[in-house]
């Protein structure tokens, strides 16, 4: 079974600033993996597939880059919107997700 | 436009089996590379995937829930069901479908790109 784990648990940002969100694999999950924006009350939302692309309607502030086992979420300058908790899910063998890194406002 | 909505009941009781649709609209899970999984998300708490069923029937189950768990899908009526039996209030939450699709030649995993907007579902003790 794989495991993700997430790093930071939580991390406290001011708009403008930079967020780098780390996922790691227990083990290769090559390239299938995503990450997701969740807002309280709302269904994730999907931001980044395959690794590193962005999903449809996702702004250019959003990217994704790893392969393997270590994959990092960036977001370029935070919008006030972007507060949220980010997961990130593995689809490769025993799919699951991570336990979430939430972004909070400083 | 792609949409799924989920049903069931929203209280069950210790022990009883649960049941949910996912009944969804704008694709078709008979074509190559798609699928639709369930996901759950206890009050306060991270998400957590369930099951996935696929285009070509494959059917995938959390580890540790798998005992628990059967999905099936009906191509005709454009639905999935996932049946959870022995429900504990520890299963109380809020349960999700998603759309979870690959590029099966490019072997691209495209994400699970399209959710419903779920459905809470309390155990009672």
């Known amino acids: 079974e794989i495991l993700l784990t997430q790093s930071p648990a939580t991390v406290s940002l001011s708009p403008g600033e930079r967020a780098t969100l780390s996922c790691r694999a227990s083990?290769?999950?090559?390239?299938?993996l995503a990450w997701y924006q969740q807002k309280p009350g709302q269904a994730p939302r999907l931001l980044i597939y395959d690794g590193s692309k962005r999903a449809t309607g996702i702004p250019a502030r959003f990217s994704g880059s790893g392969a393997g086992t270590d994959f990092t979420l960036t977001i370029s300058s935070l919008e006030p919107e972007d507060f949220a908790v980010y997961y990130c899910?593995?689809?490769?063998?025993?799919?699951?997700f991570g336990p979430g890194t939430r972004v909070d406002v400083k | 436009q792609v949409t799924l909505r989920e049903s069931g009941p929203a209280l069950v009781k210790r022990t009883q089996t649960l049941t949910l649709t996912c009944t969804f609209s704008?694709?078709?899970?008979?074509?190559?590379?798609?699928?639709v999984s369930w996901i759950r998300q206890p009050p306060g708490k991270a998400l957590e995937w369930l099951a996935r069923?696929?285009?070509?029937?494959?059917?995938f189950y959390s580890k540790s829930l798998k005992t628990r768990l059967s999905i099936s899908k009906d191509t005709s009526k454009n639905q999935v069901v996932l049946t959870m039996t022995n429900m504990d209030p520890m299963d109380t939450g809020t349960y999700y479908c998603?759309?979870?699709?690959?590029?099966?030649?490019?072997?691209?995993?495209?994400?699970?790109?399209?959710w419903g907007q779920g459905t809470t579902v309390t155990v009672s003790s």
């Open positions: 083990e290769s999950v090559t390239s299938y």
């Open positions: 704008g694709f078709s899970l008979s074509s190559s590379g798609m699928g």
């Open positions: 899910h593995q689809r490769s063998n025993w799919p699951g």
């Open positions: 069923i696929d285009w070509d029937d494959d059917e």
């Open positions: 998603a759309r979870d699709t690959v590029v099966v030649d490019a072997y691209q995993y495209n994400g699970m790109d399209v």
